[in-house]
């Protein structure tokens, strides 16, 4: 039997190394009728029980004879194929889950969804076909593509990508802007949606020029049959001076619209938040005191990346100048997060709704976004970058979570981190928590001790015999340096114990 270091190693690494095709030649191979490419793809988003539900208990890969999938695996065009064999038996270790009756519909902003999560304002929900796509495979709503009553002229190319070693991208830029279709396709585009699917969720995302266009645009959304709208006041990048993120950096402008589109509509208002300022309760106090119901958060950051050392421009090049775009991706997240616990630490708008976006790919994301108080999830990049169809193991993995946690609903999971987030001058001081290796596990390959003495406190060293750490507890502070740079995760908090007078002292 492999060890647990092993299936914790081998399962995100192989997983990521999976191209996660379309049509992917690996299931068409395997001789048993394995759905691979799904197996793969729910480890991938950190729904590792879900996808040992879909191995059979009989089936073990490493024993094929033919083991075809790695000879079809288009990875092996370019150097070595996923393991596909050990990567699933590896999967086979986690024990299938035992699903009760999970609830995960949820009501925002007095709207009932069937499930928390939409698609964002973006290209992935811009059309008719598109929305109508990813309603048939699961998600809930919409936030449409920011409508305005104008057509921007768009660049090309408008996308670029940051990388960080093996990862596909960890950050993403854009200088795209509002919808390029014109209003009139766009309203019709919203009544088709909502006369096909009248149980899902249309939020309309507006963007006025002046409060003449913001009134105008929310009354023709509202008789198009949206059921929320969605006021972008955060775009970072629009051609035109006084639009987007100019706006939500604004709160009297920010108040001024979302009056005059309460003055349009009887629905549901969000309020788009830009995260391009310090203090982003100032603008949603404003917004909410105007008449906005709920808060959505947070739109891209304004960005530059990727300079050509030889060319010297800035991705994405266009005809070799660029322009700053927004920022989003997986690398947000941990921004997002706490704009949203800043929003809810505000006592006058802490029970306002919040929809929350920014860096959510897997069901682990969408829960810590839940548990920071948001009751509503947008997604874009992800769906950008891996489909639709990440909506299975979002719903999936939810479940999992919430059953094995024991909720009976997702809304009882909203807020539950909001306790836990204190300020700094409340954090014990006057006790540290050491390390604790776990030297079974450890494969003595130094990293902890190379990031101790070069960026901590001189507190590891390693053994001449089997390169193991020794730790030198005079000079260990806890900060756990160590337990994030393991590898293989041998590094756990350990016992935490009061400082002696002259360490709290120093």
């Known amino acids: 039997m492999k060890s647990t270091a092993y299936q914790e190693l081998i399962i995100p690494q192989e997983s990521a190394g999976c191209f996660l095709c379309e049509n992917a030649p690996c299931t068409k191979a395997c001789p048993y009728g394995l759905a691979v490419d799904s197996v793969i793809r729910s480890a991938r988003f950190e729904n590792t029980k879900g996808a040992a539900a879909k191995l059979p208990q009989e089936l073990s890969c490493l024993t094929c004879e033919t083991q075809e999938c790695l000879s079809s695996c288009l990875k092996g065009k370019i150097g070595n194929p996923v393991d596909i064999p050990n990567l699933l038996e590896a999967i086979s270790m986690n024990e299938a889950p035992v699903l009760t009756d999970i609830d995960l519909s949820i009501d925002f902003c007095g709207v009932s969804c069937e499930n928390p999560f939409f698609l964002s304002s973006s290209v992935v929900g811009s059309n008719y076909e598109m929305v ?8 809930s709503g919409v936030a449409f593509k920011t409508i305005g009553a104008f057509v921007p002229d768009e660049v090309s190319p408008r996308f670029d990508a940051m990388h960080k070693e093996s990862v596909p991208f960890v950050g993403f830029k854009n200088i795209e802007q509002i919808s390029d279709s014109s209003l009139h396709d766009n309203l019709g585009y919203l009544k088709k949606l909502k006369q096909n699917y009248p149980a899902k969720i249309i939020v309309a995302s507006i963007m006025g020029r002046n409060l003449g266009e913001w009134e105008m645009l929310a009354r023709a959304v509202t008789e198009a049959g949206a059921d929320i709208i969605e006021c972008n006041f955060s775009c970072p990048h629009m051609a035109e001076d006084g639009l987007g993120s100019d706006v939500g950096q604004n709160p009297e402008l920010v108040a001024e619209y979302t009056a005059a589109v309460r003055k349009g509509t009887s629905l549901p208002i969000l309020a788009k938040m830009t995260p391009n300022i310090g ?6 106090m404003a917004a909410v005191k105007a008449g906005a119901d709920g808060i959505a958060a947070i739109n891209t950051i304004k960005s530059i990346m990727n300079v050509n050392l030889s060319s010297f421009s800035s991705g994405p090049d266009v005809n070799g100048v660029t ?6 991706g997986k690398a947000v997240k941990p921004i997002a997060l706490r704009f949203i616990q800043n929003l809810k630490a505000c006592e006058p708008i802490a029970n306002v709704p919040v929809s929350g976006m920014g860096g959510i790919e897997t069901w682990r994301d969408a829960a810590e976004f839940i548990a920071m108080g948001c009751e ?3 997604i874009t990049t992800s769906v950008m970058q891996y489909g639709y169809r990440i909506i299975d193991d979002l719903i999936e993995g939810m479940k999992i979570y919430l059953a094995e946690s024991g909720f009976s609903s997702v809304g009882e999971l909203v807020g539950k981190a909001l306790p836990q987030i204190v300020s700094t001058e409340k954090l014990e001081r006057d006790s540290i928590c050491y390390p604790r290796f776990n030297r079974t596990a450890c494969v003595g390959c130094g990293r902890c001790v190379l990031s101790c ?3 901590g406190h001189q507190a590891l060293t390693q053994n001449d015999n089997d390169g193991k750490p020794v730790m030198n507890a005079s000079k260990c502070v806890g900060c756990h340096l160590c337990a994030v ?6 590094i756990l908090p350990g016992t935490r114990v009061k400082k002696k007078r002259n360490e709290a002292a120093s």
């Not at 203090?279 to 949603?284: G, K, L, R, T, V």
């Not at 740079?485 to 041998?490: E, S």
């Open 376 to 378: 509503n999830i947008q």
């Open 485 to 490: 740079v393991c590898p293989v995760k041998a």
């Open 132 to 139: 109508a796509k990813a309603f048939d495979m699961g998600w």
């Open 279 to 284: 203090n982003m309760e100032i603008p949603a």
């Open 323 to 328: 322009s700053v775009g927004g920022y989003s």
């Open 453 to 455: 003495y070069d960026g």
